[in-house]
């Protein structure tokens, strides 16, 4: 029997991927408290904007069964997520706290060696001022607000967004310094850190949002589904590719309890955490990124390689440039998987469908082309000649890769991704900045903010980051790290397998530059609404 989830508890943005229903603008607020009472008001007064996970009417869904409780589809979506610290600042006793997972307690500043941050330099030198409170208890981080908002015909964010910031601001104000609003955001505003999708335009000039990231890819297709995330009538289509593996190959939700605190997780476990049970149940986990995008370096090192590769692949260089980088990647530009489409002709043919299938609005072929992009494994790719080992997709989500008995002929003896479930994260955020087109230099703010929500930061989001993104060992790649993510010394390199099958070489990629750099983060609890309430009222009772 599917999970029923208390939708009304849950704050919307562990559920709902903003930018994917029509909140294309965004705005993060970072508030310290200097006294608990004064916290706890503010928190009270904010309380009643903050979006719930209850579903919003659409025109596209059927006829609700009467008696259906809807939340109206708000112009701006609020949420609010507590440090370690801002947990204690607000009076949340000890002995709840003490319940909380260490790597919370640490916050993710001190983990910066185990998550490889402190390069190509150290965190006091390129993260942003507003996360470096240097001993100072006044500039630390304690609550992080996230306003998501809809976008208006001409690209601009909604008034309600600025209207929403100047109110938080004045309850802010109100407090006359006993909570303060952080500054230190590199950006258009030093008081804030402003988010947009990157805009495409139409013949007539009209911005739409786009669901490309600043190196062209189309980011966030193979999220992770659970159970209880989507109505019943939603998930069977849903967890295509995007849930868990099961033996027999068919798909399946990820258990609850590996996004949200008080559920069973996939070991059929209920993780201890912080005391009273309505405190946590419901609540999650967030890392946040800021992560930098060198842009220019990036298309200057996939324009020298592609000189190279076409060299030696004997193709023409616009055709070696999409490649490049879609093995780098494991997608094409616009998404499609290698595993659905291994060559450049193959990537064009599909595109060819697609396109063919929109003019005819031949309605099944579109959805068999959409399910392609997410209903994939790598059983039948064991040498990596298709989609290569080291390639952030692999990398990201392993799905049936680690399986060991993946080559095995017998279909009864397969695993699934059984060791992969345990290392899945919801991916929430949105870019910010923008990066020119004939920029020569990164001195520009574009990047991404991403918002990692897990149950478990030390082996979901942590494992991912250091294990998976900053080694190769799991995938046969030695010391190499992700060709996307991955720190970049002088002698980076990525491989891309050679065809058992063909006759061409490997290709090294060589000398990679550094891709993307962090900027700033901190480890978050993003507590359920009753949660809320409590820390809100001061009445968390842990015994």
Known sequence: MATQLDLADIQGNVLTAYGKLGFPKGRCLLLNVADGRAGRNLLDMVRPYVTTALRWPSSKDKAPPPGTVFQPRPQVAVNVAFTFWGLLALGVPIRTLRGMPDEFIDGMPARADILCDNFPKPIGEAWDPVWLWQDDPRRRVHVLVTLNA?????????????????????????????????????????????????????????????????????DAIGDAVFDGQYAPDRMAGAVIGQGKLLP???????????????????????????????????????AYRKLHQNVAAWRDAMDRMAVKFAAVMQVP?????????????????????????????????????????????????LAALARAMVEFTFRDDPHGAKCPFGSHLRRSNTRDMMDPLLASNDPKQLNGSVLNNRRRILRRGLPYGQAAPDATTDGQEHGIVLLATCASLFRQFEFVQQQWMQYGLDFNAGNDTCPIIGNHGPEAKFVIAADPAGDKPPFICDRLPQFVETRGGEYFFTPSMTALRMIAAGIVDPT
């Open 248 to 286: 027999d190959q068919s798909w399946a939700p990820l258990a609850t309890g590996e996004f949200l605190l008080g559920h069973p997780d996939e070991s059929q476990e209920i993780p201890g955490a912080g005391m009273p049970l309505p405190f946590s149940r419901n609540g999650t986990f967030v």
């Open 150 to 218: 809809q976008m208006n015909p001409d690209g601009t964010p909604v008034a309600r967004l600025d209207e929403v910031t100047a109110e938080i601001e004045a309850l802010v104000r109100a407090t006359e310094g006993k909570v303060t609003l952080l500054s230190g955001h590199r950006g258009q505003d030093e008081r804030w850190q402003d988010l947009s999708a990157l805009m495409e335009h139409g013949p007539d000039g009209s911005p739409a949002p786009s669901p490309r990231e600043h190196f062209g890819f189309i």
């Open 317 to 365: 260089q616009d055709e070696a440039c999409e490649t490049l980088k879609a093995k780098i990647a494991g997608r094409w530009s616009d998404g499609v998987p290698l595993i659905a489409a291994p060559t450049y002709p193959e990537w064009r043919a599909f595109q060819q469908r697609r396109a063919e299938a929109e003019k005819r609005e031949d309605k099944a072929t």
